[in-house]
């Protein structure tokens, strides 16, 4: 009825399972799954879960009253890229939400204040991507971070500084990588604008 995905039946709409339908359906790949998900009523949702005023403006709340951060932020913009519903009104503040978010060691946090962790920067970058909106970050510092990550005993990444290696961190720290190497790499920037 409301348009986003809950975890369970009669369950309220979350951002994190509406994320998971909807990355299933495209995996899918079935016209008839598509079909399933009211494109005006996930907008509707959409625009119901975000930040509009306030420190955490342009961010999204997981789910209504929830907590707001770049995760939320990131499923928002994929599921609105997804389904082809990404507006100047959805996508307003978004980016700048983010780039608050940017902390001084390069990564990214959870909003505004909090630390560098590799599952927020993995979003907020994965966000900012898809916005095509990179330029309101510090990308060298970004790399910087990311690669500092790894640790030479393990081979894994850390997700935060000073923290243990884990498959979990690994996981969204190596994520940020192949999309670092598309928004810097030369070649991959001269040909996504020539294939416009």
């Known amino acids: 009825d409301s348009g986003g995905f809950g975890g369970g039946p ?7 399972p509406t994320y998971a339908a909807v990355m299933s359906l495209v995996i899918a790949g079935s016209e ?8 005006q009523k996930m907008y509707d949702f959409l625009m119901s879960v975000k930040v509009k005023k306030g420190p955490l403006r342009g961010g999204f709340q997981v789910t209504e009253g929830g907590e707001v951060d770049t995760r939320g932020t990131y499923t928002s913009m994929a599921v609105a890229s997804l389904l082809n519903i990404i507006t100047p009104e959805l996508a307003d503040g978004v980016a700048d939400f983010i780039a608050r978010n940017q902390t001084y060691e390069g990564g990214i ?3 505004p204040g909090n630390e560098a962790h590799g ?3 993995y979003c907020g970058l994965a966000a900012l991507r898809i916005l095509n909106r990179t ?3 510090d990308l060298e510092a970004l790399l910087r971070w990311a690669t500092q990550r790894q640790m ?4 894994g990444f850390q997700g935060r500084t000073n923290k243990l290696v884990d498959s ?4 969204w720290v190596g994520g940020i990588f192949p999309l670092l190497q598309d928004i810097l790499s030369p070649v991959s920037s001269s040909s996504s604008s020539s294939s416009s």
């Open 10 to 16: 009669q369950q309220r709409p979350h951002l994190a």
């Open 32 to 39: 008839k799954g598509f079909k399933m998900v009211d494109r």
């Open 109 to 111: 946090g959870a909003e």
């Open 119 to 121: 599952g927020y920067t």
């Open 135 to 137: 330029d309101v970050i």
């Open 152 to 155: 030479s005993v393990e081979g």
């Open 168 to 171: 979990c961190y690994s996981w």
